[in-house]
């Protein structure tokens, strides 16, 4: 049983990462990071991040995932690196939680359980998208904001309900 307690406290442990034992670059187009265990230096060619608080702390506790699923360690606050790690960890994370901004909801219609949806974003294009069970699909953000998840697993933030537009409010206030 002794074996099994350290076994679990291995498993426990939280190794993190910061710039005097981790390096990130990339290679092959790919996220990749030498790292120091403990023990040795070790290479990775591909590495994945995923936030741990993905809609308040955007920029700490970042869980770094070898290619074989295997956590490596987690990184407490990107400014725990350089400018330019900090600036890579940072183009990573926006790609993968890639979140466009809503500026007005133009049009929303349900049937069947789906609401179908049109929306400007902040930058001017125009997009729809489909959720299904939209009251559980939408995620309030702090105290005015919200992500919004559509069916293919894409996210969508409104910065601030409160900010939208009257028509748009309208529209949406029913699943709030």
């Known amino acids: 049983m002794a074996e ?12 993190r990462l910061d710039s005097t ?8 187009g790919f996220l990749a990071m030498t790292y120091n265990d403990g023990e040795e230096e ?15 702390l955007l920029w700490k506790y970042i869980s770094v995932i070898s290619d074989d699923g295997k ?24 790609r ?24 400007t974003l902040s930058d001017g294009r125009n997009l729809n998208f ?3 069970d939209t009251f559980r699909n939408i995620v309030r953000v702090g105290e005015d904001g919200a992500i919004l998840l559509d069916v ?13 537009d009257r028509k748009s409010y309208r529209r949406i206030e029913l699943y709030l």
């Open 71 to 94: 956590e490596k360690g987690v990184i407490y606050d990107i400014k725990d690196f350089d400018d330019d790690i900090s600036a890579l960890i940072k183009t990573e994370l926006e």
């Open 42 to 56: 070790k290479n990775l060619d591909r590495v994945f991040l995923h936030r741990a608080f993905p809609f308040e």
């Open 4 to 15: 099994n307690e350290i076994m679990l406290e291995e498993a426990a442990k939280i190794h």
């Open 130 to 132: 489909t959720m299904q």
């Open 152 to 164: 293919d697993g894409n996210r969508f933030v409104i910065k601030s309900i409160a900010g939208l």
């Open 21 to 28: 034992n981790a390096k990130f670059y990339t290679k092959n």
């Open 96 to 119: 993968k939680y890639y979140s466009p901004t809503i500026k007005t909801i133009d049009s929303l219609k349900e049937r069947y359980g789906f609401s179908y949806w049109r929306v």
